[in-house]
């Protein structure tokens, strides 16, 4: 299995184009950006699945070698997207793949249904490439290209704002607004979990996680209050279904085993830029614990080859 990070940010990117603070002050002078998170996998180096469709995805394609179109065709080894919201980080990638002759998007039942009302990428898409859209089920294993097997897991009811007020069969006990994803390949080889909206840590997160070789999860907060304090304002990481660095490094202290990789960064994260002067001040302590657990942050571009 091969994965290519194309990007580790939070919605907005480092730096966020309209924040002056330290952090993207900082970023814009060093060029140590982030764009917004996604990822490419691949069972057989061949076949490519997109997991979630940036707004940056135009560039994040043009910095990865193996998806670029083979020489003198207009092939691409992209066979997909498989979204782990509705989230706009998450989707407005999708309208940047117009030009495909094919795309085939795998989402949930509530997310597709708000791609195709509150969000319309579905009809918008329509005049432009032919869709096909397949809804995947949380313990609902999908078989993909190249031996890849991907199994939805729900992570919570957490709406993008644009659907707060999508009518139709939603229960409030909707779990699978958020889902991660745990890959395998056919042989029973290698095995990622990817889950860049983790509002709590559940059972369905421990046993996704047990045998893994890598996870790559939500780091978008440090702390649950670092948003509100770095903003002023009043809202706290767990009521944006984002489980805080902080809160989810026990639990991998009681799933060791796999390498976790923490990805999804908001611009007010120190973590997103921990060699920095200013975030050594704010990090004491976290660093080392994350080294203590097997835990690292995600970099824009690493290839991870399982
Ligand atoms: C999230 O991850 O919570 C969302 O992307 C937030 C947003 O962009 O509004
Ligand atoms: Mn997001
Ligand atoms: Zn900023």
Not at 172 to 196: I, K, L, Q, S
């Amino acid at each position: 299995m091969k994965i290519r990070l194309l990007g580790t940010a939070a919605g907005g990117g480092l730096p966020q184009w309209n924040c002056g603070c330290a952090d993207c002050t900082a970023a814009r002078r060093t060029g140590a950006a982030r764009s917004q998170d996604c990822l490419a996998v691949s069972g057989d180096g061949r076949a490519w699945y997109l997991v979630n469709a940036s707004p940056d995805l135009r560039s994040q394609l043009l910095t990865a070698p193996e998806l670029a179109p083979a020489p003198g065709t207009r092939d691409t080894p992209l066979h997909g997207v498989l979204l782990t919201s509705g989230e706009l980080d998450h989707t407005l990638g999708l309208l940047t793949l117009r030009e495909a002759a094919g795309l085939t998007v795998h989402a949930t039942a509530p997310v597709r249904r708000a791609l195709h009302s509150a969000f319309p990428v579905g009809p918008l898409l329509a005049p432009y490439t032919k869709a096909q859209w397949h809804t995947v089920t949380p313990g609902e294993p999908v078989e993909l290209a190249g031996g890849l097997r991907a199994e939805p897991f729900a992570l919570g009811g957490k709406r993008p704002r644009y659907a707060a007020d999508l009518p139709g069969e939603d229960g409030p006990d909707r779990t699978d607004w958020v889902t991660g994803y745990r890959f395998t390949e056919e042989d029973g080889g290698a095995c990622a979990v990817y889950a860049p909206g983790l509002a709590d840590w559940t059972p369905a997160v421990d046993r996704a996680v047990a045998g893994a070789d890598v996870v790559l999860l939500d780091g978008t907060f440090s702390t649950a209050d670092e948003l509100a304090e770095r903003t002023g304002g009043a809202r706290r990481s767990p009521g944006m279904g984002h489980l805080a660095v902080r809160d989810s490094l026990p639990h991998l202290a009681r799933n060791p085993g796999p390498r976790y990789l923490y990805t999804h960064l908001n611009n007010t994260n120190p973590l997103a830029h921990p060699a920095s002067p200013e975030a050594a001040g704010l990090l004491t302590g976290l660093l080392a614990d994350l080294a203590a657990a097997g835990a690292a942050v995600a970099e824009d571009g690493l290839l991870l080859e399982l």
